[in-house]
């Protein structure tokens, strides 16, 4: 069955960047939208950007908009986000999702990687 596979988390200072990709096991996810969300310890799991099929469709939390970036690679099957100027509220597991449509709601996707974590220290 089809997966999707996070990395790149790590640990990190404030201010420092970090890049998170996403990969499918399968091409099945070439035509979906493809989406990040993160979950601190505590706290509700939270929109942070998605990405329409082609790619030319983006939209961000207000939280992470002009900050991060999300982007994808269709032939690599594979999802990213480059995150920017670290805040210690940016510390959470991130999550990789795909549908068949562009949504900022958890119940919009249906696929949904295991996470990775990311810590940012003060």
């Known amino acids: 069955q089809v997966q999707l596979v996070e990395s790149g988390g790590g640990l990190v200072q404030a201010g420092d960047s970090l890049r998170l990709s996403c990969a499918a096991s399968?091409?099945?996810?070439?035509?979906?939208?493809r989406g990040w969300f993160r979950q601190a310890p505590g706290k509700k799991r939270e929109f942070v950007a998605a990405i329409g099929w082609s790619g030319g469709s983006t939209v961000y939390a207000d939280s992470v908009k002009g900050r991060f970036t999300i982007s994808r690679d269709n032939v690599r099957n594979t999802v990213y986000l480059e995150m920017n100027s670290l805040k210690p509220e940016d510390t959470a597991v991130y999550y990789c999702?795909?549908?068949?449509?562009?949504?900022?709601?958890?119940?919009?996707?249906?696929?949904w990687g295991q996470g990775t974590q990311v810590t940012v220290s003060s």
């Open positions: 399968t091409r099945t996810f070439g035509t979906y939208a």
């Open positions: 999702t795909a549908d068949h449509q562009i949504g900022v709601r958890p119940d919009d996707y249906a696929y």
